[in-house]
Nanobody, 133 residues
Framework: VQLVESGGGSVQPGGTLRLSCAGSGDSNSVYCMGWFRQAPGRKREKVAGTSTANDSGGSTYYVSSVKGRFTISRGNASNTLYLQMNNLKPEDSAMYYC?????????????????????????WGQGTQVTVS
């Protein structure tokens, strides 16, 4: 699968943005997908993860700093992911990346994302910049 992010931009503190990640090339597989971000001079960090499986048993993970402000969701199209970001803060400024890993069941995805982070994902998009100032 190939991933392409979009939706980044510049907003004032308290503003909102919605990031999109479109996956193409493999519509038959289920992926554990997630959002990561990297600010200049800092390591890439996890933000939120969820499965693209169309079932009710999926698990979702959010890093504590975004809980209550960000919402991750999957789209109707296969391997499509969104990140709704509300009440943005300057510390949310970063390049945001979408990532995917096949072979992780929907029920394990949230915990997998939390435990393995960046090293658990083999497919990455090119990133979209978010600036809050």
């Amino acid at each position: 699968v190939q991933l392409v992010e979009s939706g980044g931009g510049s907003v004032q503190p308290g503003g909102t943005l919605r990031l999109s990640c479109a996956g193409s090339g493999d519509s038959n597989s289920v992926y554990c997908m997630g959002w990561f971000r990297q600010a200049p001079g800092r390591k890439r960090e996890k933000v939120a993860g969820t499965s693209t499986a169309n079932d009710s048993g999926g698990s979702t993970y959010y890093v504590s700093s975004v809980k209550g402000r960000f919402t991750i969701s999957r789209g109707n199209a296969s391997n499509t992911l969104y990140l709704q970001m509300n009440n943005l803060k300057p510390e949310d400024s970063a390049m945001y990346y979408c990532a995917a890993q096949r072979g992780v069941s929907s029920g394990r995805c949230g915990n997998y994302f939390n435990v393995y982070g960046t090293r658990g994902f083999s497919v990455w998009g090119q990133g979209t910049q978010v600036t809050v100032s």
